[in-house]
């Protein structure tokens, strides 16, 4: 299969896929480029419609929208795919920051890929990116894990493996399971682990929580646990 041309100008081209970032928090961190790409395309596919329709108001932009989730991804990916086959220029977003990383997005870049469609990236906002820049701790390389799954077990099991790995381990963690997973990480890891806990990032309750894994925690369960959290684990013999 040949590679297909790809255009990077801010005009969208007929059967083009674009992987659009948009904002984790500060509506501002929108590209001129995304913008641009969204209030011209023949097709915004969401996450939420009504989240990305009031991020596109607030830009004054007006486009067709399509759900394009967790839920509906498999079957949606290749309708999507044919209708950029079709033609159609096509822009995907997430909720917020960078789709298909731990986001709806990779079902259908996978269909265009396979189909030989061209694949173009909007680059933007992302928050495991962004926490990692502002952290301290080494970006030399990093593990990004994503979510890990509910059960204590098998998050105990991940940092068991992961527990001398030489580069920073980053992870996304949600607000009900936040405080469990500081403790885990103090049980497994030991208390003087060096790690990051940040929340709401480019949001007005920005938190970076940076240290020990138990002054880290402590101070954690002192504040607030509402948010979207990134939690960063520093290589074993990281001293801060």
Known sequence: MADAPVNNSLTPQPGHLYVVATPIGNLADLTERAR??????DLVAC???????????RYGLRRDLIAYHDHNETEVAERLADQLAAGKSIAVV?????PAISDPGFRLV????????????????????????????????FLFAGFLVAKTAARTAFL????????????YESCHRIDKFAEEIV?????????CIAKEVTKLHETFLIGRAADVR??????????EFVVLIAPTDFIL
């Open 94 to 98: 997430s909720d917020a920051g960078t």
């Open 110 to 141: 996978r269909a265009c890929r396979r189909r030989g469609l061209p694949v173009v990236p909007v680059p933007g906002p992302c928050a495991i990116t962004a926490v990692l820049s502002a952290s301290g701790l080494p970006t030399n390389g």
């Open 47 to 57: 996450e939420d419609t009504r989240t990305t329709g009031g991020l596109l108001t």
């Open 187 to 195: 049980a497994t890891l030991g208390p003087d682990r060096v790690v």
């Open 218 to 227: 402590d101070r954690l369960l002192k504040g607030s646990l509402k948010g």
């Open 36 to 41: 641009a790409i969204l209030g011209s395309v």
């Open 160 to 171: 068991e493996k992961y527990r001398d790995f030489d580069f920073t381990l980053a992870l």
